[in-house]
């Protein structure tokens, strides 16, 4: 049974299999620090598609950044806790460098998803 689209960009899977691993290592490992895998180990994909390709993923990472900060800040007001614009610039600094691995790796999941598409039946040929 494939996983949905959804589940494997959130678990930085393989856009084209959906199985194997996009980047080398976990995104908090800081020494391989978002490196994708040349090729997909599953299926053998090439998941570098041209050099810089992911370089377009900046612009998304800055989205979910935002995206995290206002979510921040909106819990900061539900909570009644955003009394002091020093807290709150905290609270959402903390929240940003807590969370900035996994928002680059999944930038460029999003990224790799935007242009590589799915075959169902990759991953199942002999190597």
Not at 65 to 93: C, E, K, Q, R
């Amino acid at each position: 049974m494939a996983t949905s689209k959804i589940v494997s960009l959130l678990f930085l899977k393989c856009p084209h299999c959906r199985k194997g691993n996009l980047l080398e290592s976990h995104p908090y490992k800081i020494s391989k620090f978002n490196k994708v895998n040349q090729h997909c180990p599953n299926c053998d994909f090439k998941l570098v598609i041209e050099p810089s390709f992911y370089y377009g993923s900046m612009y998304v990472s800055y989205g979910l950044g935002v995206a995290f900060a206002v979510a921040t800040y909106v819990i900061m007001l539900l909570l009644d806790i955003a009394s002091n614009p020093l807290y709150i610039f905290l609270a959402i600094l903390v929240v940003l460098v807590v969370i900035w691995p996994y928002t680059g790796a999944l930038a460029k999941s999003i990224w790799a998803h935007l242009f590589i598409s799915y075959d169902k039946d990759a991953g199942l040929k002999s190597k």
